[in-house]
């Protein structure tokens, strides 16, 4: 098997991440077995401090030196379970030591598989407001939407304020089901949590619509990879 390496950014979404593959590991390897997992974490005070200036480089060169360091250790190959940092993507992988499986293609894959048409799109600003879910489902011949300005921001806030410090509230999830119940009225089949926090919040039980859950699927595909291929 393929030894794994995880570019983790937040603590709550890594920590599904590492799991999610353990999880996965048992269903498809057997009891208890999964692959060698490494997994490096710069603090996201780091990132934001990065993200805050629109300072993609930087964000770029804090991926490529966990990337580094992941190597170091044995890692074959490198998944991010952060969908905002995947902004940075393509100016990490021409000079990563290691290939990397992207998140939202994923995520564009499951959604092919299940045959939805368009998704809604729930993640911070930065993603709900980015090119990286836009570019890829259109790759794959897929619509999205995403909230209102006055929604992002909403979420937004709890995503920072609450769900990366491990909070997660009724009244969080209500507003959540609010918004997915508004993508689900502007015609989407599906809606991607396309923040590694939000599953945590939202279950496929309390979602309006039927969730992709970015997080678990880059698990599970990460997973898949390093014992098939």
Not at 46 to 68: K, P
Not at 97 to 105: E, M
Request: hydrophobic residues 40%; contains cysteine; aromatic residues 6%.
């Amino acid at each position: 098997m393929k030894h794994l390496g995880i570019v983790a950014c937040s603590t709550e979404g890594a920590a599904l991440c590492y799991r999610e593959v353990s999880l996965v590991g048992s269903a498809l390897i057997g009891t208890h077995a999964h692959p060698e997992v490494s997994l490096h974490s710069h603090s996201l005070a780091d990132y934001m401090a990065c993200i805050y200036r629109d300072d993609w480089a930087g964000v770029a060169e804090l991926m490529l030196s966990s990337t580094r360091k992941l190597a170091q250790t044995g890692a074959d190959f490198v998944i991010c379970p952060d969908n905002t940092i995947h902004i940075a993507f393509d100016r990490v992988t021409p000079r990563s030591p290691l290939p990397w499986l992207h998140i939202a293609d994923v995520v564009a894959e499951e959604a092919r598989r299940h045959r939805y048409r368009c998704l809604g799109i729930l993640g911070t600003k930065y993603t709900m407001q980015g090119p990286v879910y836009p570019k890829k489902l259109a790759a794959a011949g897929l619509d999205a939407h995403v909230p209102e300005l006055a929604e992002q921001e909403r979420i937004n806030q709890i995503t920072f304020d609450e769900l990366v410090n491990g909070k997660f509230t009724k009244s969080a999830l209500r507003y959540f089901q609010d918004v997915i119940g508004h993508l689900k009225r502007l015609g989407c089949d599906a809606v991607v949590l396309a923040c590694t926090e939000h599953p945590l919040l939202v279950t496929p039980e309390d979602s309006p619509l039927p969730t992709l859950d970015s997080t678990r699927l880059l698990a599970r595909a990460a997973v898949e990879f390093a014992i098939t291929r």
